[in-house]
């Protein structure tokens, strides 16, 4: 079983982007939004060369009270089929050549890739569903609580590494607190993805860390942020990376934010870079 990368990283920081927003919305509100982002990732992970990535997410959320519901389904672009789009992000899984490319490596060597004759490098990647319904309400010292679930269904070729062929899914806890224009957030995931045809992954824990400050009476913040994991693949190490993000209040529900992210390990991408934004219907 398994476990994935960025961009699906860079959603963390936008969620708590959008959560050091949110104070404009009266308590027990409910909102209808679009949803969208267009992510950028390239890195070397192990190989010889670098894999680059872009990655168009459409969809929708929905707030009511204390839960919460989103979907959306992504538009991919890959310059190689040696990287594969999983429930977390882009995990360096060696296509449908994983376990001779992945298995095979020893001792942290760099491995070739295969020379591409024929690739069709865009496509349709597999739909998201999430859930989360916050247990515990934000007051005085004690901080907000969430449950959260995600759902990644199985509908793109994982021959392309536009998605897996099998189903992910996720149980996690989410907490955060306000002092002041000060805003903490701090995620934890249990994953369970489903191997790829030529390559055994494990089940994994993700975990994400954001400090943050608004600015501007809440119309702006700005988050730096932190995301992990356990390992993957047990010749490759675990993900690591720094983001930094900015977050713009726009209207009473609308928000646009910005995110970037660097590598620290090789299982992630060396650079991601997001544009996303939140339309109120």
């Known amino acids: 079983m398994k476990t994935g990368r960025i961009p699906r990283r860079l959603s963390a920081i936008a969620a708590a982007g959008a959560l050091a927003l949110a104070a404009g919305l009266p308590a027990g509100a409910g909102s209808l939004s679009y949803t969208g982002s267009v992510q950028y990732s390239t890195g070397r992970y192990f190989f ?3 894999t680059s990535g872009v990655y168009f997410f459409n969809g929708f959320s929905l707030l009511s009270g204390r839960f919460s519901l989103a979907a959306n389904i992504p538009l991919i672009y890959q310059s190689t089929p040696y990287v594969s789009y999983t429930g977390v992000g882009v995990l360096p899984s060696g296509g449908d050549e994983g376990s001779t490319l992945v298995r095979g490596r ?5 491995v070739v890739l295969p020379v591409v004759t024929e690739y069709t490098s865009f496509g349709l990647g597999d739909p998201m569903v999430s859930a989360g319904l916050e247990l515990v309400k934000e007051s005085g010292v004690v901080p907000s609580l969430r449950v959260n679930g995600q759902v990644k269904l199985p509908v793109a070729s994982p021959d392309k ?3 897996t062929g099998k189903w992910d ?6 907490l955060s ?3 002041g224009g000060t805003f903490l957030f701090a995620n934890l995931d249990y ?3 489903g191997d790829l045809p030529e390559l055994e992954l494990e089940n994994v824990w993700a975990y994400a860390l954001a400090l ?6 809440g119309k702006t913040a700005v988050l730096v942020s932190y995301y992990g994991s356990s390992r993957v693949i047990a010749e490759v190490k675990p993900a690591s990376a720094l983001g930094l993000g900015l977050s713009f209040k726009s209207g009473r529900q609308g928000t646009i934010t910005l995110n970037g992210a660097l590598g620290l390990s090789e299982a992630s991408p060396d650079f991601s870079f997001s544009l996303g934004w939140s339309v109120g219907l």
Do not use: N, Q
Request: aromatic residues 18%; proline residues 0%; hydrophobic residues 40%.
């Open 191 to 193: 994953w369970v993805l």
């Open 48 to 50: 010889d060369r670098a």
């Open 106 to 110: 020893r001792g942290g060597e760099v």
């Open 169 to 174: 899914w996720s149980g996690g806890l989410a």
């Open 161 to 163: 590494g536009f998605g």
């Open 177 to 179: 607190k306000r002092f």
């Open 212 to 217: 943050g400050r608004s600015f501007a009476g």
